[in-house]
């Protein structure tokens, strides 16, 4: 399995910005995928989550402001971003939550103010 993430970018402060992450393979469909980001000096951090099925969770930093949706058609998940603060700014990453993992390269994402 191969994750690809893209989508990042430059925006400023209350800007939106829409990640994704297409993954290779046939268990796409089947699997949880998280989204996950470091800022610079900082831990990797969860974002969001969506299930199989469709259900969603968020930390509550991002919640109400970041949407999680995947198309399963085009082994595609994606992280819809609104009123971006600089805070936001990292590399977010894609993860396939299967044992072991997968994960994507990463997307630089940075808010300016």
């Known amino acids: 399995v191969q994750l690809q993430a893209s989508g990042g970018g430059l925006v400023q402060a209350g800007g939106s910005l829409r990640l994704s992450c297409a993954a290779s393979?046939?268990?796409?469909?089947?699997?949880?995928m998280r989204w996950y980001r470091q800022a610079p000096g900082k831990q990797r951090e969860l974002v969001g989550t969506i299930t199989s099925g469709g259900g969603t969770n968020y930390a509550g930093s991002v919640k109400g402001r970041f949407t999680i949706s995947r198309d399963n058609a085009k082994n595609t998940v994606y992280l819809q971003m609104n009123s971006l603060k600089p805070e936001d700014t990292a590399v977010y990453y894609c993860n396939m939550v299967v044992f072991g993992g997968y994960w994507g390269q990463g997307t630089q994402v940075t808010v300016s103010s």
């Open positions: 393979g046939t268990i796409f469909s089947s699997v949880a």
